[in-house]
């Protein structure tokens, strides 16, 4: 036939395979995931202030809370209301059957359980009237170390110190209640001072100040050392 005897038919030729086992390909190198940053929402607290240790380190453990969802003002002033919450939730928040004697402490306020709790157990005294407690009335530096100096005594921790306040320039004044409190906090390291030592024991202490004392105290960031 003419027309088959023009059609050439082409063989393939057999694949060649290697005797022995297949070489896998060698898997490109890939960088280790980065470690998620823990949840830490407020944008007023810089990784480079002095204050973003402390503050990180207490709202991790969920004791405190910012002044709004991203905020945390650390430069404002810190209310004795939220001293004793703060203290309340250290202590996992325990029951309270006996209500305060404070007449300005008004039932459903979120510090109404914690200032009970506190005057129950003798870590406040209230006003010096007696029969308030103030609690929007802003802290000082010395109500703060005296409320941690009481919490110490309260968890049973040795609290008799001697240490030298007279080498602070303001220690005169201090308030006679704060002076063996204030002794304990400087002489571990809690209080953070200013750059010529003063204590400024009368000034309202901030937000950014209180959560530095809480997490040296707490053992959360290492104490000063003066």
């Known amino acids: 036939d003419a ?21 896998a390909e060698p898997k490109p190198a890939t960088e280790p995931e980065p470690e998620p940053e823990p949840d830490f929402p407020f944008t007023d607290v810089p990784k480079d202030a002095w204050y973003y240790p402390a503050i990180f380190a207490v709202y991790q453990k969920g004791w405190t809370n910012g002044t709004s969802a991203t905020t945390f003002e650390p430069e404002y002033c810190f209310a004795r209301s939220m001293m004793v919450t703060m203290l309340y939730r250290i202590e996992n928040q325990p029951s309270v059957s006996t209500a305060s004697p404070f007449t300005d ?36 530096r010395e109500q703060l170390a005296t409320f941690f100096y009481r919490y110490a005594q309260m968890k049973g921790e040795d609290v008799s110190v001697s240490y030298d306040l007279s080498q602070h320039p303001d220690y005169g004044k201090m308030s006679n ?17 200013d750059s010529d030592g003063s204590l400024r024991p009368r000034e309202s202490a901030t937000r950014a100040e209180s959560m530095d004392f809480i997490a040296r105290y707490m053992g959360l960031i290492e104490p000063y050392d003066y």
């Open 3 to 23: 027309i088959a005897s023009s059609i050439s038919v082409s063989t393939p030729r057999p694949t060649i395979r290697p005797i022995g086992k297949p070489t």
């Open 105 to 140: 402490v008004r039932q459903g306020r979120f510090y109404t359980a914690p200032v009970a709790w506190a005057f129950n157990v003798g870590l406040t005294k209230g006003n010096n009237d007696g029969t308030t407690f103030g609690p929007d009335e802003f802290m000082t």
């Open 177 to 193: 209640f704060s002076n063996a409190p204030m002794q304990w906090a400087l002489s571990h390291g809690y209080l953070r001072l």
